[in-house]
């Protein structure tokens, strides 16, 4: 099978990360199966700043001794299976790279053989494109089982690194991924950490959980995303909604459709937790899910009226984040503003405040917007008449 060959199969295997999309996976994303399978080995990641950014996104190998119930590469399966030689798939990104079709490289495997084997040869594959020139971006799957000296090196040679937790509970990933540790990925994640800063670098680690395979609730997958955050472990934590793969009696049935939508309502709730000073208490109770209805923040809202109106002219930064529809950008815009001159609601329409969505939890100088007392009036006379 020559290299080519080996990408078709190895490109389309890692479809199923999430974990690498650059510095982000927009809500954005598409929610059809079709726009996750659609490019085998070339996956545009959309970075913070909106920019679509070409990755090629493969696995050293699918064969793999682990048997994880949900994952399509489990020992078990009869599938077609490929290895990549370090030197090929170097090569097989460096053209990539060369023809501009790529602008970047997420490595990651299956685990054949050994665990600090498999790592070595990614390793080796990252070292030959390093040694290259390839100055791009690379990120590098920390495989379960790797020596802590390869996740140094691993930081050393990557802009980015990642371990996947899969779930929330040890529990969970005892019954579904047998060969997984959540107390050893923690740690790959807390080692990684350490060597880039003794390295001098920002560290940038990511993990991927699974939504809908086990019983972790969003309670649940929110509370390890912001424990990771808070102690420094996580840059980001990316949620990829079960596809049904393998029929499992320890997974829900193969015809459950995938929940996109929840995986949505997660990524804008972790948005919450990241950039808007939300805690994920504020956001679920234990035991609860986000509503799949409405975005976590209009939730929050609707369920806070204590919190509202808030006033324009002099609310901090950190109560205008909480107003549905104005995000950092936006409550930046309007402080710097109205340190210039006096706010005017047609003057925040300008600025890019959703009103439609924002009016509701407003006042401007004590006022609300016209059209929402309008609004206000016509939903209370409605009241009164019934
Ligand atoms: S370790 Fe588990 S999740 Fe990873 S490739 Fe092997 S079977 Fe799949």
Excluded at 84 to 101: D, I
Excluded at 197 to 215: C, D, M, R, Y
Excluded at 249 to 254: D, G, N, S
Excluded at 334 to 341: L, N, Q, V
Aim: hydrophobic share 40%; charged share 25%.
């Amino acid at each position: 099978m020559n290299p080519w060959e080996k990408l078709e199969i190895l490109g389309a295997a890692a479809s199923y990360d999430h974990s690498c999309t650059g510095t982000g996976l927009s809500p954005e994303a598409p929610l059809t199966l079709e726009g996750r399978r659609r490019l085998p080995g070339i996956y545009l990641a959309q970075t913070a700043s909106g920019r679509r950014l070409p990755l090629l996104k493969v696995l050293f190998t699918n064969r793999c001794r682990h048997r994880c119930a949900y994952c399509v590469n489990r020992a078990e399966n009869e599938i077609p299976r490929a290895a990549f030689e370090p030197r090929e798939l170097a090569e097989v990104a460096l053209e990539l790279f060369r023809r501009g079709l790529i602008k970047g490289v997420f490595l990651s495997s299956a685990v054949e053989g050994s665990a600090e084997g498999t790592m070595e040869r990614l390793l080796a594959a990252a070292k030959l494109l390093r040694n290259a020139g390839f100055r791009g971006y690379l990120h590098l799957k920390i495989l379960p089982g790797a020596a802590p000296e390869q996740v140094r090196e691993a930081v050393r040679l990557a802009t980015r690194v990642s371990a996947n937790l899969e779930f929330a509970r040890e529990k969970t990933l005892k019954r579904l991924a047998p060969g997984k540790e959540k107390r050893r990925l923690v740690a790959a994640l807390a080692l990684a950490r350490e060597a880039a800063l003794e390295a001098g670098k920002t560290p940038s680690l990511t993990t991927q959980v699974i939504v809908g395979a086990g019983p972790e609730t969003d309670y649940d997958l929110l509370r390890l995303a912001q424990n990771l955050y808070r102690n420094g472990l996580l840059s980001r934590m990316y949620f990829s909604a079960y596809l049904p793969v393998n029929p499992d009696p320890r997974l829900p049935p193969p015809e459950s459709p995938p929940p996109l939508r929840r995986e949505r309502r997660l990524y804008q709730a972790d948005y919450l937790l990241r950039l808007y000073g939300f805690r994920y208490e504020e956001l679920l109770s234990p035991g609860e899910n986000l509503p799949l209805h409405e975005d976590p923040k209009l939730f929050w809202a609707r369920r806070h009226p204590e919190f509202f109106p808030v006033e324009v002219s002099r609310a901090s930064y950190e109560e205008l984040l909480r107003v549905p529809g104005i995000g950092p950008r936006l409550a930046r815009r309007i402080i710097e503003a109205r340190r210039r001159s006096i706010l005017t609601w047609e003057g925040l329409k300008r600025a890019g405040v959703p009103l439609e969505r924002a009016a509701p939890f407003i006042t401007l100088y004590g006022r609300r917007r016209e059209r929402q007392l309008a609004f206000y009036f016509s939903s209370s006379a409605k009241v009164s008449h019934t």
